[in-house]
């Protein structure tokens, strides 16, 4: 099993920042690739950006040049550097895993899921 842990949520104004961490433990080193995920109030779970075990990264249009999703391997940890804010980045976000290759953006194609940490942005 893979137990994910996020932080570094919280409120901020539209245009700031935030990073968000995800550290891992357990059977770490089957994981494959490492994705975000956000959900909304009222809304579907979406992908926001995946990071491959080779470095290779997807994002989500509505994130591109905006966020950067990286990992420390040396300490089991996924990061996601958000930056110019919007209020439409609000939602709860998701660190998932998965040890064969994910089903980007499907959030069903990832066998592990943290519990979320929340993001609010104010216009």
């Known amino acids: 099993q893979v137990q994910l842990v996020e932080s570094g949520g919280g409120s901020v104004q539209s245009g700031g920042s935030l990073k968000l961490s995800c550290v891992a433990s357990?059977?770490?080193?089957?994981?494959?690739?490492m994705a975000w995920f956000r959900q909304a109030p009222g809304k579907k779970r979406e992908g926001v950006a995946q990071?491959?075990?080779?470095?290779?990264?997807t994002y989500a249009d509505s994130v591109k040049g905006r966020f950067t999703i990286s990992q420390d391997n040396a300490k089991n940890t996924l990061y996601l550097q958000m930056d110019s804010l919007k209020a439409e980045d609000t939602a709860m976000y998701y660190c998932?895993?998965?040890?064969?290759?994910?089903?980007?953006?499907?959030?069903?194609?990832?066998?592990?899921r943290g519990q979320g940490t929340q993001v609010t942005v104010s216009s």
């Open positions: 357990g059977y770490t080193s089957r994981v494959n690739v």
């Open positions: 998932t895993a998965d040890e064969f290759g994910g089903d980007w953006p499907h959030p069903g194609g990832y066998n592990h």
């Open positions: 990071i491959k075990s080779d470095g290779s990264t």
